[in-house]
């Protein structure tokens, strides 16, 4: 059998793009060393290879039940398996699509599944690498991820890879953004699944607010691997995922903020920062502002916010470009474009009013303020995995990031073939005027020739001026950006077909093949369709093969004239921000070995050389002796612009740490009452948890300075609980160094009678209700306080404090002042709601309090409570309604995108997924656990003396969910009634409700 472990340890030497010398030095060793390390390994699988043909295509399936049962049992490790498992996967390969992976391939694969980044160039078949630590680590039982960055790659590469799975007998998906709830659940019981980072997190937030166990999705984080790891882990982690929904209505506001940003003068009354993204309000800014809005000073409760909108205004204005940062669609909404990709970002709002500013900016009403709902970085989304991987062509400038912030090591996997790319130095001209004539003219000469030509540029703006040239010049193009989405990927597809002339922002078609001569996929999906036939039918291999090599005989006569004629051309007309993406650019020629060029044309003019090196670049035109037209090839000029681009870099990486030090409060506190939330709608401690909060509470209040005086105890205490506490238990509670422990004692003892009263079942439901409802109503008051704190955050900078350490303390605060709303809101409320038994139906399912969107990406527009459903418990006040549960009853759920051979697991119900330890309370010092939990402890010792000894000592967790308690139907018309209507009642009395039957055969019929 072929092996070519030499060739592989001969391009060690050849890292990754663009990598300087020193980092070569010092990472090629350590590279080298992790690469050679996987020598054995490999020879191992090649040594499986005659095995694996050995085996039928039943074998295959019945292999791959028998290594999930050993992994099961806990007889074989994966790592034991990967052998064997990487030698089906390949043959797998080999059989249904005609590819056998290569051994570098083998290597990417194991160092994907070590939890590594591996970098792999463009072309070098990232795709199928990740089909072979999917399929092991998927044996082990639990669903694993494939991360793309956008719906087409998702849907492509599960289409694309899905013959190898199926020959494996394992079942695969992809998520799509349009797919509703009920169609997202059957394909997260797939063995493998195919999203993007935006589905998935969407996804675990949406879940996070859903009402009901059952409908949740997503289950077990347990492996995931990022595909172009740096766009999603870099690039987009500057960005959270937010889930809004409308507040209040401050559209006025905005109008005002914006007509004023218009009055004001740059330099005179406020700075531009043009590298923060900033304005800053000088004196006269702020003094004329005020006037302007007519309030006496911004810096008096309540106009603080004023500031704010005006800044956002402002950098509305003079920071965000349209059809740069942003274009407006059709209907009047501003999209917002990602800088680095060029794509539209549909669904993703800038947050703290920005969005809106620019809006008001654009003459169109802005949407409804949004709150935030639910939010988490894609940083910590990710973090949560328990092993996460990634691969793409570009790591290594930023391995030190994905160390720091994710743990993740990188390792430049070398190339298949050697590369021959010829990367030629940048020219650079004087203004950008000469060097878009220059730009013009390159094009002109080279496709002439029928070289084909990739054009990268900077934004949506740019790859318009370079159509418009070509256009003016007569030269026929595609452009490639964020505006026509869709056909992306078939443009680049055929970019490197003869005389293909393609205008991209950067990036953009990133995950697509360019072949030279025409991409060979391309073309056969073209042919397949011709003939009727469908890739990967197994029952048609036959037939797919001869078509196949049909394609790939024509394939190879138009490649040998494109390679003819020198390649594809990679032209840059302007240095990115980051290095990593001109490299990106560059690497989209000279895949696998082809010839191919890149050279990038610059000017003196180019945002980063303005931004960064204004005085410079005037001595350095009179140094360099810089004519009209005159192009320099300079070493000097090359260096100045990486110099800037590490700025940038740094500063980038600045603002994606920071992002995460803010989140990570919010990521604890998001932990933890998810944590909760998730043991409440799985029926895990209900009692517990609320007993607990009743000892929190009592112990809170009566040390509170207010209560220090028994009778204000006592008020509140009737107030919250619906009965008095007897005027020595409460003095004793509220002295100093009091005892509050005998009146949790009495609490729990109503709590118990209550329970008796009620039965255990309907008691555990209005447990859930009121936990899940005061959970998500005052979680979702503390998102919006948590925003507003960090908007105002900056400006406590001008008090002489540390926004990040400020933000932290307020944030801790605030949590706790969360946890104190959301005990008083279920221990004032538990005793005294009234519960109709009989109307129990849905009871479990609190009304839904925002509308999950349907399709990701797409934020909710309107999460109010919109289906009428109504609380099924009664609320204190009112009498009982009818509640309906609120899951929409006849959706049957749509088959997977690929649905499986055979069913790979029984869609059984998800296994509970706590994100945090059950505990309420955090591991914050700030919140004594022990003390409380001893409290507890002994208020329960106390409470069981007391009372009756059959006390249930833990609570059910199962319980039947809605219908069906004891005192079902028959009890459909009686009152409800309260504790206090019950007391004193005897078995044999006549019921309180009126209903003249005796209470033990009425209410108290189940006591
Ligand atoms: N072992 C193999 N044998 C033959 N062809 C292969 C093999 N592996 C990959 N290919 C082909 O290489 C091409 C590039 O694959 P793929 O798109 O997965 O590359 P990539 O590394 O993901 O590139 P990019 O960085 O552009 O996403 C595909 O057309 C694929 O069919
Ligand atoms: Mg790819």
């Not at 160092?111 to 990740?130: N, P, S």
């Not at 370079?466 to 680049?492: D, Q």
């Amino acid at each position: 059998m072929a092996f070519d472990w030499d060739k592989i340890t001969d391009r060690l030497g050849s890292l990754g793009e663009g990598v300087g010398k020193t980092l070569k030095g010092v990472f090629g060793a350590r590279n080298e060393r992790m690469v050679k390390r996987l020598e054995p390994l490999v020879r191992k699988i090649n040594a499986l290879e005659t095995w694996a043909k050995s085996l039928t295509a039943e074998q295959f399936q019945e292999q791959t039940r028998l290594f999930k049962e050993q992994v099961a049992k806990g007889e074989k490790t994966l790592d034991d398996i990967l052998p064997e498992a990487f030698a089906l996967a390949r043959e797998a390969s080999v059989r249904t699509l005609g590819m056998r992976p290569y051994d570098v391939q083998l290597v990417g694969g194991i160092v994907l599944h070590e939890g590594k980044i591996a970098e792999m160039m463009t072309g070098e078949g990232k795709t199928l690498v990740a089909t072979l630590p999917l399929y092991l680590n998927a044996l082990s039982g639990k669903t694993v991820y494939l991360v793309t960055v956008n719906d087409y790659l998702a849907r492509r590469d599960a289409n694309w890879m899905g013959p190898i799975y199926d020959y494996l007998g394992v079942a695969v998906a992809s998520i799509q953004s349009d797919m509703s709830p009920w169609e997202r659940q059957p394909v997260y019981l797939c063995d493998i699944v195919y999203g993007t980072n935006n589905e998935y997190g969407f996804d675990y937030l949406r879940d996070n607010m859903k009402t009901r166990a059952e409908e949740q999705v997503q289950r077990t984080l347990s492996f995931a691997i990022v595909d172009e790891v740096d766009s999603i882990l870099v690039d987009e982690a500057r960005t959270p995922l937010i889930i809004s929904g409308p507040a209040s209505d401050t559209s006025d506001k905005y109008k005002l903020a914006d007509e004023i940003a218009q009055k004001l003068v740059k330099d005179e009354h406020f700075e531009v920062k043009e590298k923060e993204r900033a304005v800053a309000l000088l004196e006269a800014g702020i003094e004329l502002a005020e006037k302007l809005v007519g309030v006496p000073s911004f810096f008096v409760p309540p106009h603080e916010d004023w500031l704010h909108f005006i800044e956002n205004a402002l950098r509305a204005h003079h920071i965000y470009h349209r059809d740069t940062e942003y274009v407006v669609e059709g209907d009047g909404e501003v999209v917002i474009v990602d800088e680095f990709t060029g794509r539209k970002m549909s669904g993703r709002r800038w947050s703290d009013g920005l969005h809106q500013a620019v809006e008001t900016k654009e003459g169109l009403k802005p949407r409804q303020e949004n709150q935030t709902l639910a939010t988490i970085t894609l940083q910590n989304y990710f973090r949560m995995f328990k092993k996460l991987a990634g691969m793409t062509g570009t790591a290594i400038t930023e391995a030190g990031e994905f160390h720091k912030i994710y743990g993740l090591d990188v390792v430049s996997i070398p190339t298949n073939m050697p590369i021959t790319r010829e990367d030629h130095e940048d020219v650079v001209y004087r203004t950008a005027g000469e060097k878009w004539k220059a730009i013009g003219n390159e094009i002109t000469e080279v496709h002439q020739k029928g070289q084909p030509v990739l054009v990268g540029t900077t934004s949506i703006e740019k790859s318009e001026t370079v159509s418009k040239l070509l256009t003016g010049r007569g030269i026929p193009h595609e452009v490639l950006n964020a505006k026509n989405h869709e056909r992306e990927a078939m443009i680049v597809a055929r970019a490197g077909e003869k005389g293909s002339i393609v205008v991209a922002t950067n990036m953009a078609g990133r995950g697509t093949d360019i072949k030279l001569g025409g991409n060979f996929e391309y073309r056969l999906n073209k042919a397949l369709e011709e003939a009727g036939l469908v890739a990967g039918d197994l029952e048609k291999l036959d037939e797919i093969a001869a078509i196949r090599e049909r394609v790939r005989v024509q394939c190879k006569a138009d490649e040998q004239v494109v390679l003819g004629l020198g390649g594809l051309y990679v032209l840059g007309t302007e240095r990115h921000e980051a290095r990593r993406i001109d490299n990106q650019l560059r690497g989209r020629t000279g895949r696998q070995g082809d010839i191919g060029k890149s050279r990038f044309f610059l000017s003196l003019e180019d945002d980063l050389m303005r931004i960064f090196y204004r005085d410079w670049v005037k001595n350095a035109m009179e140094r360099l002796g810089m004519t009209e037209d005159t192009p320099i090839e300079s070493g000097m000029v090359t260096r100045a612009i990486a110099r800037a681009q590490k700025k940038v870099e740094d500063r980038n990486f600045e603002i994606r740490r920071n992002l995460l030090e803010y989140d990570e409060v919010m990521n604890e506190q998001r932990k933890e009452i998810y944590g909760t939330r998730q043991d409440v709608l799985e029926k895990i401690e209900l009692r517990e948890k609320v007993e607990f909060m009743f000892a929190r509470a009592i112990e809170r209040h009566a040390r509170q300075v207010h209560f220090q005086d028994a009778e204000g105890f006592r008020t509140w205490f009737q107030r919250s609980f619906g009965f008095e506490v007897p005027p020595e238990m409460a003095g004793d509670a509220t002295a100093k160094a009091g005892n509050p422990k005998p009146v949790i004692a009495l609490v729990l003892q109503h709590y118990e009678e209550r329970e008796k009263a009620l039965g255990g079942e309907i008691m555990r439901q209005v447990e859930r209700y009121l936990l899940l409802k005061a959970l998500d109503d005052k979680w979702r008051d503390h998102l919006l306080a948590i925003d507003s704190l960090k908007a105002g955050i900056g400006l406590r900078g001008y008090a002489q404090v540390d926004p990040k350490t400020e933000y932290k303390k307020e944030g801790f605060q605030l949590f706790e002042q969360l946890l104190h709303a959301i005990e008083d809101e279920v221990t004032g409320l538990i005793l005294r709601i009234q519960v109709d038994p009989a109307a129990n139906r849905g009871l479990g399912t609190p009304p839904p309090r925002y509308v999950s969107p349907v399709g990701a990406g797409k934020l909710p527009t309107n999460p109010a409570l919109s289906d009428g459903t109504t609380p099924p418990v009664a609320q204190p006040t009112s009498n009982s309604s009818d509640g309906s549960s609120n899951t929409p009853s006849g959706t049957t759920p749509v088959a997977p995108v690929r649905p499986a051979p055979q069913p790979a697991r029984p869609p059984a119900p998800p296994p509970p997924r706590r994100p945090a330890a059950g505990g309420f309370v955090p591991a914050s010092q700030q919140f004594d656990m022990a003390r409380r939990q001893q409290a507890l402890a002994a208020a329960r010792e106390k409470q069981q003396q007391q009372s009756q000894p059959e006390a249930p000592a833990a609570a059910s967790t199962g319980g039947a969910r809605g219908a069906g308690s004891g005192t079902g139907g028959a009890n459909a018309s009686k009152r409800v009634l309260t504790p206090k209507d019950l007391e004193g009642v005897g078995r044999n009395d006549v019921c309180p409700c009126g209903s003249g039957q005796k209470f033990k055969k009425c209410h108290g019929r189940d006591l």
